[in-house]
């Protein structure tokens, strides 16, 4: 696919979130708003074996599935792009109650050597087999040996370790506002969030630049 030149996008409020298109459940993948986060045990950047439901009965986690350390060209871009993005926001996302968690299909040596080369403020999970994306239904694309995520996918969890939210492809920019405004209205704590959802919106003019936000 060609890619076009595009315009400064404009900082999104929390009521355009909701102008996009709101679903149950995301075409393509596994599990949607309301399934349990699967229990699958991953090798963490930190070098403890862990679960992806780790965080259940602590706090609101956002799991990151993405493509960066073996990606190339538009793949690893975005991927770059999306893990400055969240390192530059981890003091908001921290104040919020909210850990982040990213997991790509590299190996351990992998990701060390991509975190020794960019800035990560949080822990990397190795899905090396791939255990956990066959679960989530996420979609892959393959290089030689290298499998990678086509597009990044996040999984918004509460406390009781359900989805609340899966946000596909979120521009970089805004991640960090785009996760917030998600994790608030799961919570019940923004009630002109809710109000905005109810309402009727044109949709948008280049929804491929848009992120698509499920939630209940």
């Known amino acids: 696919m060609t890619a ?3 315009q400064p996008a404009s900082p999104p409020d929390e009521a355009s979130l909701h102008d996009e298109e709101l679903e149950a459940d995301v075409p393509g ?13 991953l090798r963490a950047s930190d070098g403890y074996l862990l679960n992806l439901r780790s965080f259940v009965g602590k706090q609101s986690v956002a799991l990151l599935f993405f493509a960066a350390p073996t990606a190339s060209a538009t793949q690893a871009r975005r991927g770059n792009r999306l893990a400055e993005s969240l390192a530059a926001g981890a003091r908001r996302l921290a104040a ?12 351990e040596r992998q990701q060390t050597d991509w975190i020794a080369e960019h800035r990560w403020a949080y822990l990397l999970f190795s899905d090396e087999r791939r255990s956990a994306v066959e679960r989530v ?6 290089s030689g040996r290298n499998y990678n995520v086509a597009r990044p996918v996040f999984l918004i969890a509460g406390r009781d370790g359900l989805v609340d939210a899966i946000i596909l492809d979120p521009e970089p920019e805004y991640v960090v506002d785009i996760v ?7 919570d019940g704590r923004d009630p002109d969030l809710v109000d905005a959802s109810s309402s009727t919106a044109a949709p948008p003019e280049d929804s491929a630049e848009q992120p698509t936000l499920a939630s209940s």
């Open 180 to 186: 917030l405004a998600a994790v608030r209205r799961a």
């Open 29 to 41: 993948l596994a599990i949607g708003v309301g399934d349990p986060v699967p229990s699958v045990g």
């Open 137 to 142: 239904g996420i979609p892959l694309t393959v």
């Open 96 to 107: 919020a109650g909210v850990a982040v968690v990213g997991v790509t299909c590299d190996n």
């Open 4 to 6: 076009k030149p595009r």
